[in-house]
């Protein structure tokens, strides 16, 4: 277990989730799953040019996992973007990094990972900065905030399924088997809402793609080398870098509760991987 290169990858890959929450706001007058259709399909012109090019078997071997972690990957990003049609984007990441609790919660029974006392003080410390971060904004909608939470659901249990999978398998298949199953799912669900793009939009959705390949790779990347409990919470930084994208390119505001609520999730995490190098084994 390589844990300063799974922290390196979980950085770069909440730096470009960010900046795609972003887009997924901007581009909202367009139906949900044909975000989700664009995204995905963008992803997969990488993933199917590095399988071919370093002739790694498509398929994989272990179907059911991957299958597994598509299924319930798609129907995370799907909750994830309806939660963003019905609330401001910080509000929304926000909400849905709950999800490492989910995960440490998911990996006690499905990984027998061990979560000490003193870490979910760690987490509680993160999932009060992320209450404080949406400071009650009253444009969260109930069922916005549904969405959100049923995101941060599902999204644990995919930090599971990988690392269930582990390093049995290539990376770029695991995210392939995701990108497949999710372009036929919003592809099919997106034509009874279909709005053609035009002009700089096709960019703007063609972008999708490429951010989502570059963060999904490294989230994968991250978890297949990193334990769970250490990994999940730095996604809380994600939280943090869109937002400030969130003010720079939506004009979004955010008060004094705001930051305090940032400072609270960035210091609960690194209480967390800290307590972890410090007191638990790591092997390399």
Same mark, same amino acid.
């Given at each position: 277990m390589d844990l300063r290169r799974a922290i390196y990858f979980m950085m770069l890959s909440t730096i470009a989730f960010a900046f795609m929450n972003v887009l997924i706001k901007y !581009? $909202? /007058?367009?139906? $949900? *799953?044909? !975000? #989700?259709f664009f995204r995905s399909l963008g992803t997969l012109f990488f993933t199917f040019g590095i399988l071919i090019h370093k002739k790694i078997p498509i398929l994989g071997t272990h179907k059911k996992l991957l299958v597994l972690r598509g299924v319930v990957g798609v129907t995370s990003m799907s !909750?994830? *973007? !309806?939660?963003i049609h019905y609330m401001p984007v910080g509000? /929304? #990441?926000g909400l849905r990094y709950i999800s490492p609790i989910f995960a440490a919660i998911f990996a006690i029974f499905m990984l027998k990972e061990k979560v000490k006392p003193v870490q979910w003080l760690f987490f509680l410390m993160s999932f009060v900065g992320v209450i404080a971060l949406k400071g009650f904004d009253k444009n969260v909608s109930i069922i916005g905030f549904v969405f959100a939470i049923a995101a941060a659901a599902t999204s644990g249990l995919v930090y599971n399924i990988i690392r269930k999978i582990g390093d049995r398998e290539h990376p770029v298949v695991i995210v392939n088997y995701f990108m497949c199953i999710a372009t036929v799912v919003g592809g099919v669900l997106a034509v009874f809402n279909w709005k053609t793009p035009h002009g700089i939009d096709i960019l703007l959705l063609s972008s999708l793609g490429v951010l989502g390949y570059v963060g999904q790779l490294f989230m994968t990347k991250a978890f297949q080398i990193g334990e769970t409990n250490i990994i999940a919470p730095i996604k809380y930084i994600e939280v943090v870098f869109s937002i400030v994208a969130g003010v720079g390119f939506l004009g979004e505001e955010y008060t004094l509760l705001s930051i305090v609520g940032m400072l609270l999730i960035i210091t609960g995490v690194l209480l967390n991987i800290w307590y972890k190098r410090k007191f638990s084994p790591v092997r390399t």
């Open positions: !581009l $909202t /007058a367009y139906d $949900t *799953f044909e !975000l #989700v !909750l994830f *973007f !309806l939660a509000s /929304a #990441v």
